[in-house]
């Protein structure tokens, strides 16, 4: 039995695929928080309980921004890493060399497309919560300083640190995760809708031009449609962690839920979908365009 064929390679930069997910994803990472962090602070204040003016309103768009430049690299390495290592697993095995309209050859699975989008949104699914290990304290520090909870990240973080000497070392790991299940409820849904469609597009996109690669941009504007399909579907679920991390003291998610409910109604749960499906559409151009723009520059080469 013949050895399953490796897809072809022009002499990479980077040679290892888990290195280059690595690098790819940091610089994804940093480039959209960093673009888009007045967004992320106006969409924070939408969806606070005391309110968009009280929270802060336009003044101070960039405060907590030093909590998001620590997280961002890390958390979105972490998430491709493990994306594309178990997408490259559960999608190893036999394939063809063909040749598209240009003469070049490229690497064609030939692939069941149903049995792809399942291990798309496993593959993603397993990413998010490698990088929640990051992101979610990273949020519960910036979201506070976001919502003048505290006058910067480094407050915010310093504040609740200090409570190590009065309630201990656990109650200050469960104030860091404050909001890990809901996260995880929200990012797991959202990524098993916008990976598989981001991929099934590129699919699309590059059967229709018969190339092996699609291009930085190209990645973006398909990342957009795909950020923006699953950003609206998963609003609420974002209201209801916001909520659960800027609340005073900690609550279980169902309390937290009836009371949105109770005291708003459930128009409170759609807070903020604006700014949040133009901010992530945008940010998905930007994520999504400038990780695909690093991995054609590092030498990586997508299989059909």
């Not at 204040?45 to 997280?71: D, E, M």
């Not at 040749?99 to 690497?107: S, T």
């Not at 449609?225 to 609420?236: M, N, Y």
């Amino acid at each position: 039995m013949p050895a399953p064929l490796s897809p072809p390679r022009d002499h990479p930069w980077v040679e290892s695929p888990y290195t280059r997910s690595l690098l790819a994803g940091g610089l994804a990472g940093s480039t959209v928080d960093l673009t888009l962090y007045p967004l992320d602070t106006l969409k924070t204040r939408l969806q606070s309980s005391t309110g968009f003016i009280p929270s802060g309103g336009f003044s101070g768009i960039y405060r907590g921004v030093g909590s998001a430049l620590i997280g961002s690299a890390p958390g979105a390495a972490l998430f491709f890493v493990t994306y594309d290592s178990v997408k490259r697993k559960l999608l190893s095995g036999e394939g063809t060399l063909q040749r598209n309209v240009e003469g070049k050859e490229y690497y064609d699975k030939g692939g069941d497309v149903r049995r792809e989008a399942l291990v798309h949104m496993l593959a993603a699914s397993l990413g998010e919560v490698a990088a929640c290990a990051v992101r979610v304290p990273t949020e519960v520090v910036k979201q506070r300083a976001q919502a003048l909870q505290h006058p910067s990240s480094l407050a915010s973080l310093q504040y609740i640190l200090s409570q190590h000497k009065t309630r201990g070392s656990v109650h200050v790991w469960l104030e860091l995760y404050r909001g890990w299940s809901i996260t995880i409820m929200r990012e797991v849904p959202f990524t098993v809708i916008q990976f598989p469609l981001w991929e099934a597009l590129k699919r699309w996109r590059k059967n229709t031009t018969g190339r092996e690669q699609i291009t930085g941009i190209e990645g973006g504007v398909l990342g957009s449609v795909a950020g923006a399909v699953a950003a609206g579907v998963t609003t609420p679920l974002d209201v209801l962690k916001t909520r659960l991390m800027l609340a005073r003291e900690r609550q279980p998610m169902f309390s937290m839920l009836s009371s949105i409910l109770r005291d708003s109604g459930p128009r409170a749960f759609f807070a903020g979908v604006g700014p949040r499906v133009g901010w992530i559409s945008v940010g998905g151009a930007i994520f999504l365009g400038s990780y695909q723009w690093a991995s054609n520059v590092l030498g990586g080469i997508e299989e059909l």
